[in-house]
């Protein structure tokens, strides 16, 4: 009994010198703000960038065939080039390494760390996102393009109102889990001196030389919040069985 006492006066004295002595908790607040609004930010311009890639990854595999030889049809090759290699570049180096060379070669001159982490995380995400929608535009049956073009509609128009929902909804799980994967990314924030989470608990061991308590807590706020959008996501995917029935 004396030594349950024992413990739980230590570890009450140990929360105390890194959460409440010197209000170090702030260092976790700041850091879970600047998390998400990493994290958010990124998933936006991820979808952006990723849509516009797939979009022309899927077109080209379904019309380069029927196109005729001309300006057109090169230029779509060399969209289609480029968008290959930003996916194999992205897709093949570390995420960690991409926001380096964001921020202390591409963005060398600016001090706007958290702009720059935002395009790092988000082009990253891209590649990811790009994939997975391009899978969803693939993955629907092409009696829907001649649904399309029996409305009237052109191959632009046919892809933004008929094809691009479908793939959506068929995608839309997957896209909400990129967004858990991206929020656990974003903990190499620190690299590039981001007070994110992570870095947050780190700088409050760094003050007490005490480890257990700042990191435990930063894994926790991680696992809390990593439960709760996987709950969400769940509710997403029971309301989409439901809505084809």
């Known amino acids: 009994m004396e030594a349950l006492t024992a413990w739980l006066s230590d570890l009450k004295a140990d929360f105390i010198l890194n959460f409440v002595a010197e209000e170090r908790w702030k260092f976790i607040t700041t850091g879970l703000k600047n998390t998400l609004v990493i994290t958010f930010a990124s998933?936006?311009?991820?979808?952006?960038?990723?849509?516009?890639?797939?979009?022309?990854?899927?077109?080209?595999?379904?019309?380069?065939?029927?196109?005729?030889?001309g300006a057109k049809k090169s230029l779509f090759a060399v969209l289609n080039g480029i968008c290959k290699i930003y996916l194999t570049v992205i897709r093949g180096t570390p995420v960690v390494v991409q926001l380096m060379i964001m921020y202390y070669i591409i963005f060398a001159t600016s001090r706007n760390s958290l702009m720059v982490a935002i395009l790092a995380f988000g082009i990253n995400s891209g590649a990811y996102v790009a994939e997975i929608v391009r899978s969803g535009i693939m993955s629907i049956d092409e009696g829907q393009f001649e649904a399309g073009r029996s409305l009237g509609f052109d191959y632009k128009r046919t892809m933004l109102y008929v094809i691009i929902p479908q793939a959506f909804k068929n995608v839309l799980p997957a896209l909400a889990n990129e967004f858990i994967v991206l929020l656990k990314e974003t903990s190499v924030a620190g690299y590039v001196t981001i007070r994110d989470l992570t870095m947050g608990g780190n700088i409050i061991r760094a003050a007490t030389y005490s480890p257990f308590m700042p990191l435990i807590a930063v894994a926790v706020i991680y696992l809390v919040m990593v439960m709760f959008f996987t709950w969400l996501v769940g509710m997403l995917e029971r309301g989409l069985r439901k809505s084809e029935r």
């Open 43 to 69: 998933l936006i311009l991820g979808v952006l960038l990723g849509v516009i890639v797939a979009i022309v990854r899927s077109s080209y595999d379904k019309t380069h065939h029927e196109m005729r030889k």
